[in-house]
C-alpha cells in the first residue's frame, strides 16, 4: 500500500488549489482516507477526511472552504481548496487507514501568499 501526494504550489490569498494522492495497493481495505497539514513551525493536524462509506468530515478551520473526494475506482483522493488564506499555508499529507495501520504519503507544500 502506498499513498503519494502532489499538486502542491503557490497561490495567491482568495485562489484555490487542488490536491492530489495516488492510492495503491489494497486501495478497497481503507477505512478511511484522510488530509493532514504541517503548518511552518507547528504540529501536524487534521483536514479532513473520507470514509469507506464516502462520508465527509472537516476541521472548523477548512469547513466550507475544503472539499475532500476519490474517484470511483478509489485510486485518487482529491482535496480541492478554495478561499485560501496565508494560515493555510502548510506541507499537506494523505494518509489511509487500514483497521489500525496507517499508512503516509509525502508530503506537498502549499504557500499563499498575502
Known amino acids: 500500500v502506498q499513498l503519494q501526494a502532489f499538486g502542491g504550489g503557490l497561490v495567491q490569498a482568495g485562489g484555490s488549489l487542488r490536491l492530489s494522492c495516488v492510492v495503491s495497493g489494497n486501495r478497497n481495505a481503507f477505512k478511511s482516507l484522510a488530509w493532514y497539514r504541517q503548518p511552518p513551525g507547528n504540529e501536524r493536524e487534521w483536514v479532513g477526511r473520507?470514509?469507506?462509506?464516502?462520508?465527509?468530515d472537516y476541521a472548523d478551520s477548512v469547513k466550507g472552504r475544503f472539499t475532500i473526494s476519490r474517484d470511483r475506482g478509489k485510486k485518487m483522493l482529491y482535496l480541492q481548496m478554495n478561499i485560501l488564506k496565508p494560515e493555510d499555508t502548510a506541507v499537506y499529507y494523505c494518509?489511509?487507514?487500514?483497521?489500525?495501520?496507517?499508512?503516509w504519503g509525502q508530503g506537498t507544500q502549499v504557500t499563499v501568499s498575502s
Open positions: 494518509k489511509g487507514t487500514i483497521r489500525s495501520a496507517e499508512f
Open positions: 473520507i470514509t469507506a462509506n464516502g462520508i465527509t
